[in-house]
């Protein structure tokens, strides 16, 4: 199982090219996942006009499930890691796709630099 970013699910989606080699065989291979907070984000992104995704949430869900991408909720254990998480990331989102991380013992199909300064496993 590995957790998929924001950005991973929109190249997914979108840009599939944009996917590293170790990513491609990932997503081919291995169970995924994405955290509720990505869902949230694009939703977001979306309603202040930063990010122009022709699928509304239900819809994206939708995707995430014909896709076998399984949807991460968001656990008190989750939230009990993120009140003492390191401030290295400052995004909200991706920092709760940590302590999910974190606390599951999962790791994340990611290009963000910063993500890998944390006791994390992730893949690029």
């Given at each position: 199982?590995?957790?998929?970013?924001?950005?991973?699910?929109?190249?997914?989606?979108?840009?599939?090219?944009?996917?590293?080699?170790?990513?491609?065989?990932i997503v081919q291979e291995?169970?995924?996942?994405?955290?509720?907070?990505?869902?949230?984000?694009?939703?977001?992104?979306q309603s202040n006009g930063?990010?122009?995704?022709?699928?509304?949430?239900?819809?994206?869900?939708?995707?995430?499930?014909?896709?076998?991408?399984?949807?991460?909720?968001?656990?008190?254990?989750?939230?009990?890691?993120?009140?003492?998480?390191?401030?290295?990331?400052?995004?909200?989102?991706?920092?709760?796709?940590?302590?999910?991380?974190?606390?599951?013992?999962?790791?994340?199909?990611?290009?963000?630099?910063?993500?890998?300064?944390?006791?994390?496993?992730?893949?690029?």
């Amino acid at each position: 199982m590995y957790i998929i970013d924001t950005h991973i699910l929109l190249w997914l989606l979108s840009e599939p090219d944009k996917l590293s080699e170790p990513a491609r065989k990932i997503v081919q291979e291995a169970d995924l996942c994405i955290s509720m907070a990505s869902l949230w984000e694009i939703a977001i992104k979306q309603s202040n006009g930063k990010l122009d995704l022709p699928f509304s949430p239900e819809e994206l869900h939708a995707i995430c499930i014909d896709r076998d991408i399984h949807i991460k909720q968001i656990m008190p254990s989750h939230l009990n890691l993120l009140r003492n998480l390191p401030k290295i990331h400052n995004d909200p989102f991706d920092r709760l796709t940590i302590c999910q991380s974190l606390a599951e013992n999962i790791p994340i199909l990611t290009h963000d630099g910063k993500i890998p300064l944390y006791p994390v496993k992730t893949v690029w």
